[in-house]
């Protein structure tokens, strides 16, 4: 039991970081958040995204623990959350950011130790039984990019170093601005620089362990550069204790769960994790959910019947729910007081400067669309022979699809509206299911399309149908929508002669209707422009 409980509790997933580089500073915000005292109302929706049909809107120019012997327990669709209530989030007055551009100190990105990237081994590493591959060229970074790496530690901060098991990067372009996040896997098996082949997340440990020059987190990002070709030019980590007071803090946090999801689940917050009998089988069927940190923190690091892939999905969902949030507070002018309060509890090299200048971002970026990048299928699976471990090997030769996911963290969305006219689809309810447009709105918002919510039709036996409203379907990412919606591309009708429609597309929600879509494999946007 023991051993299981500890692997589950060190997949702990760390939110607080992941914020920060997207909220550029709200990080500070959402921690004091955990204050005690006050009332403040529930954040707007994190699917605020979509907007009331009756709005007005421009036409567009261009459209785990051991498995216990405790019974398994549902939870209905459409039921309230279970668990405690969301601890309610205290009230803030808003102080003025000074209208000076805030300075920082100048952006460095790291580069690849020669000392060490070239295959040269410590005296004590015996010779790999993995060959060790040659340095992936380093890619260009455009001007005014950040690269952020984010991590979750498995311990306190300032503690003895542990496996890193949340590895993100996220890269945020200020000319947008918009930001790209890509999740690497725990078990990606790489050259540890100057060590040995291990997995990803063994690497910080490595170098705290080794003294390296800058620490775990320097040589993590040495190898990280050595095997992706990313050059990282600041980072932030945190433990996992805050998470949870966090989102409770916050209100909770809106999720849209797509797919079902099972695992085993403490059946109270702060049981013996050691005791078996605490444990039950737990599900979230499809629907909105207003999740507290203990259900926010199961849903990301679960994944008995999904995948680590899956999971990094999930990671990225609730980063962009809690970004939508933080940006609904309205809690950016916050920054400078908080950093001087939090700056302890947080291991950044980031400064004031820098989190004030990503901070005034944020408004932007959530506007303009954040890119979601994974790496499922540019890996595949292989057997260490020595110790017949699982792990994951980056596929480079003969397929470009790694080459080029990773070249998109550098490139703004395919429908950022920082530089193309939104894509607006208006959602029209056919069933009697609630949160299915919801969910749709969920899924469309994520790849970039501006959902808008119509009147309920309902109609028995209704059949998802989709039309579009304008010339040809040039531009209209018609493709795109056709998979989201599991319906061929040539069954969506043009409607030609309708041009006072307010919106580019019209789409009937039937009975047929999944929103669980196979989202790690979707079609790329970039791929089909």
Known sequence: MNSKSSRSRTRLIVYLALALALVGGSLFIWQALSQPGGQNPLPTRALSAAIPATATAEQPETASPPPPTAAFSPTPANSPTPGPSPTPSPTFTPTPIPSLTPTSRPQVASTLDATIAIGTLLPEVPTPETPIPTAVPTFEIPDNTTNILLLGSDTPIGAESARTDTIMIVAINRDGPTASIISLPRDLYVYIPGSIMNRLNTALARGDEKEYEGGGVALLEQTILYNFGIPIHNYARVDFDAFEEIVDAMGGVEMAVSCRLQDWRLKEPGLDIHDEDNWEQFALEQG???????????????????????????QQQLLRAMLNQGVDLGLITQVPTLWNTYKTRVDTDMDIGLILQLAALAPSIRENGVQNLYVGGKVESWVVPSSGAQV??????????????????????????????????ELINATDNPDLPLLAADNL?????????????PQENALTQISYYGPNFKGSYNWLLGWIFNVYRSSIELIEGDTDYPYDYRVVLGEDYDPCRPELFAPQAFLNQ
């Open 288 to 314: 909105i959910y207003q999740m507290d940190g203990d259900l926010a923190l199961w849903y990301a690091r679960s994944r008995l019947t999904s995948s680590d892939f899956d999971r990094g999905r999930r």
């Open 445 to 457: 918002a994520t790849h970039g399309f501006v959902p808008v919510f119509g009147d309920d039709d």
């Open 392 to 425: 994951l090997l980056p596929i480079w030769e003969g397929n470009d699809m790694m080459q080029e996911t990773l070249s998109r963290l550098f490139l703004p969305p395919a429908l950022s509206r920082a530089n193309r006219s939104p894509i607006f689809v």
